[in-house]
């Protein structure tokens, strides 16, 4: 009862969305062929693992769909199964205290594309919304794979002491990763998906640090809205927006502190190992960035700058990485990691702005019907 009045507005927010033909529910007669089945498997293979490997992950992934519970009936099963996990991360951080005010949020999956993850206000009572699009974690999987495959380059020398020159004349011999990070950005600018990226799963030796990096992006980013909810962010008229934006990025980081010490994450996340990108704050520093990039790229693409209240990225990331600073035990190593992710993406940026200068946006424009962000609403 505790978010009773949420639930009954987004069911009819839900039912809304099922007239617009943009919204991203699944086709319930689609049927995956034999060519796009062996393709997936073949990736797998080429990036080191057996057709046996393959064949497991495909059966854990529908497994775990199959059993998972349901916000919004007719969206993809795998990001209910996302959501669900990634609540429990945020619960298990929480005093109890705050979970019983977290528990007047209803979390559910928007059936909208893009790396959208909002919070909604339900009028006249202290409820509230917080919704992650479907593709959303998909992005951040992207996102965190790249920047593993960029750091590797100079064998993780990307925080303090980092040298720009290098991983920039790194970048310019591996084309092809260069062109990831690009497929990233135009991808979801263009169709708000991972349609046009090429998959490319992570290697053994990649598999761990990827899932951590996308885990504490994913993370960062429901404890930011959660933390907007927890704060009563957007219920006073005249409120300083970018100040909320701020106070919502650190509830965030430090909610990932506390989740990173609770023994019930570590049971969610199935091992034992620390994830440094959570309790740095390096995952919402690499998601922040990232969003603002990717919106470079749309807006060049759309010719559509929106209004954003948001402050900009590079303050955000200083405040996330010099929070207690104080605290000398752990500041160096949050320096370190939380470096990582700005520098990599200002290389990233510098590397691309080139592409960005010569790329034929107008023919683009030219070849798309409409801006799906705006065609979602």
Same mark, same amino acid.
């Given at each position: ?201 992570? #290697?053994?030796?990649? /598999? =761990? ?5 996308? +885990?504490?992006? $994913?993370?960062?980013?429901? *404890? ?96 996330? #990485?010099?929070?207690? /600073? =104080? ?5 160096? +190593?949050?320096? $370190?990691?939380?470096?990582? *992710? ?36």
């Amino acid at each position: 009862m505790k978010k009773a009045a949420a639930i009954d507005l987004w069911s009819q927010l839900l039912d809304r969305a099922r007239n617009n033909e943009w919204s991203s529910f699944d086709d319930p007669s689609h049927v995956v062929s034999d060519e796009d089945r062996e393709n997936r498997v073949r990736a797998y293979l080429d990036s080191g693992w057996t057709r046996e490997d393959a064949q497991v992950f495909e059966e854990i992934t529908h497994e775990k769909a199959m059993s998972s519970p349901i916000t919004s009936p007719g969206v993809n099963r795998n990001s209910e199964v996302m959501l669900q996990r990634l609540v429990k991360a945020l619960l298990a951080g929480l005093s109890p205290s705050d979970r019983r005010l977290a528990e007047t949020a209803h979390f559910a999956v928007e059936p909208k594309a893009g790396p959208l993850v909002s919070t909604i206000n339900v009028m006249m009572t202290d409820q509230t919304i917080i919704a992650m699009g479907t593709h959303f974690t998909r992005y951040c999987g992207l996102v965190a794979r790249a920047y593993v495959r960029t750091c590797n380059l100079l064998h993780w020398e990307t925080g303090i002491n980092f040298n720009e020159m290098e991983l920039r004349r790194q970048l310019q011999r591996r084309p092809d990763l260069l062109l990831y990070w690009w497929r990233i950005f135009t991808s979801y600018a263009l169709t708000g998906t991972h349609l046009l990226t090429e998959f490319r799963p992570s #290697t053994r030796e990649e /598999v =761990l640090l990827m899932e951590q990096m996308a +885990t504490a992006m $994913e993370i960062f980013a429901l *404890a930011h809205e959660l933390g907007h909810h927890m704060q009563s962010h957007g219920r006073q008229i005249g409120g300083d927006a970018k100040a909320e934006e701020f106070a919502a990025d650190l509830f965030a980081a430090r909610l990932c502190e506390q989740i990173e010490g609770a023994k019930d994450y570590q049971e969610i996340q199935g091992f034992r190992f620390t994830n440094p990108y959570l309790w740095t704050g390096a995952g919402g520093i690499l998601l922040l960035g990232s969003i603002e990039l990717f919106r470079k790229v749309k807006e060049k693409i759309f010719q559509n700058p929106r209004f954003d209240t948001h402050p900009e990225f590079a303050e955000r990331a200083i405040k996330i #990485t010099n929070r207690n /600073v =104080l605290d000398t035990a752990t500041f160096h +190593t949050r320096v $370190e990691f939380c470096n990582s *992710a700005t520098n990599v993406l200002q290389c990233v940026l510098s590397e691309l702005e080139p592409i960005m200068s010569v790329w034929p946006f107008a023919e683009m424009r030219a070849r798309i019907p409409d801006d799906w962000e705006l065609a979602q609403h």
